[in-house]
């Protein structure tokens, strides 16, 4: 688990029969404190890279920015590649299973708020009186 703010735009990709992946680095930070011998320890960040699949990568793609506030579920994948010069690197990634939006929503409309952070995503309007789990105009929150 971790609660953290994410620290670039998110990277979302499509990957086969259009299943959406989305990338983004999430920074967590233990806030610093005095000692009782008057010792002064800073804040310490750390930065995780946290992937999410299917439809929490469109949730990401629609709604999370740089700067929002973040409580992640998921578990740690560890995986290791040779890089061009043949050097071993290492990577660890979280791959959430559940993502919740801590940070506060503008005080807009929804449809403005639609327009300023994702002008290329078009607003749907319901016909039906039920709304389907799967209907991304639904927030799943």
Not at 22 to 47: C, F
Not at 64 to 91: A, F, P
Not at 117 to 124: D, L, M
Request: hydrophobic share 30%.
């Amino acid at each position: 688990m971790l609660i953290g703010n994410v620290g670039v735009e998110p990277e979302i990709r499509y990957v086969d029969q259009g299943v959406a992946v989305a990338r983004l680095r999430l920074a967590t930070t233990e806030k610093g404190y005095t000692l009782q011998n008057g010792t002064q320890v800073p804040d310490h960040t750390d930065w995780h890279n946290v992937i999410l699949w299917r439809k929490l990568a469109e949730v990401v793609e629609r709604y999370v920015h740089k700067g929002d506030k973040l409580y992640i579920e998921g578990r740690i994948r560890y995986s290791t590649y040779d890089n061009k010069q043949g050097q071993r690197q290492y990577v660890t990634e979280i791959w959430a299973d559940n993502m919740e939006m801590l940070s506060p929503r503008p005080a807009t409309t929804p449809a403005q708020s639609e327009a300023q952070h994702s002008p290329s995503v078009q607003p749907t309007t319901k016909t039906s009186a039920t709304a389907s789990s799967d209907d991304d105009s639904v927030l799943p929150f």
